[in-house]
């Protein structure tokens, strides 16, 4: 059974730092990875998806990585920013039933003070 | 523009009273979807429709209800809530689910949902 695992939980950074959110999956089987954004009392953005073909990703300040071999994925954020505070979410995408599935993480809430 | 709308965004209902949440995506998306988020658990899926009159359990199904009548909506229905349904709830879609290249999922604004 698919695990999607985050570390940390939680994390309060300076703004301007450089950091490093980790995810982690124990099937290596999967199609895709994408990382997504949720605010408080919101629902979900879309920030980046992965190909299971693909290495990595850039969008703007943000870079994401896959190994699936190793089965994990980062989410690396340059120059964070007040604005950059959220919880960020892993999800992968697997083949299930016939379709294919979401598998989240529990997320890691990021909190960048000024 | 191109969104998932959910109603209502908060509820607070009793044990035991019928409700429906609604959801509508206006992309032509033939996925949908609903979870359930809980501290701690992430997002859960509940169940997922692959197109109209296609829908299947997902992970925590027990409770609840779905329908696809239409391609737009899938709403979500609680036929005798308990507290132990208190939650937010999701509703997504994507264009499509097959093959290796899949389909960007978009999310709405989620239900909070108390159940006394």
């Known amino acids: 059974k698919q695990e999607v695992t985050q570390i940390p939980a939680a994390l309060s950074v300076p703004e301007g730092e450089n950091l490093v959110l980790n995810c982690s999956f124990t099937?290596?089987?999967?199609?895709?990875l994408q990382w997504f954004r949720q605010d408080p009392g919101k629902g979900l953005t879309s920030l980046l998806l992965?190909?299971?073909?693909?290495r990595e990703q850039t969008s703007g300040r943000l870079n994401a990585s896959l190994d699936k071999s190793s089965g994990r994925s980062t989410l690396y954020i340059a120059a964070s920013q007040p604005g950059d505070s959220a919880t960020y979410l892993c999800a992968v995408i697997m083949r299930s039933g016939g379709y294919n599935k979401l598998i989240f993480g529990a997320g890691t809430r990021l909190a960048v003070h000024p | 523009e191109a969104q998932v709308t959910q109603n209502p965004r908060y509820l607070i209902t009793v044990t035991g009273k019928k409700l429906t949440v609604t959801c509508s995506q206006n992309m032509n998306h033939e996925y949908m979807s609903w979870y359930r988020q809980d501290p701690g658990l992430g997002l859960r899926q509940i169940y997922y429709s692959m197109n109209v009159e296609v829908t299947d359990k997902g992970d925590v199904p027990e409770g609840y209800k779905v329908s696809r009548k239409e391609k737009r909506n899938f709403p979500l229905i609680l036929e005798s809530p308990s507290p132990n349904q208190t939650s937010l709830y999701f509703c997504?879609?994507?264009?499509?689910?097959?093959?290796?290249?899949?389909?960007?999922?978009?999310f709405g604004p989620g239900t909070r949902l108390t159940v006394t």
């Open positions: 997504a879609s994507s264009l499509g689910t097959s093959g290796r290249r899949s389909y960007e999922q978009y």
């Open positions: 992965i190909q299971s073909s693909q």
């Open positions: 099937d290596s089987a999967i199609y895709n």
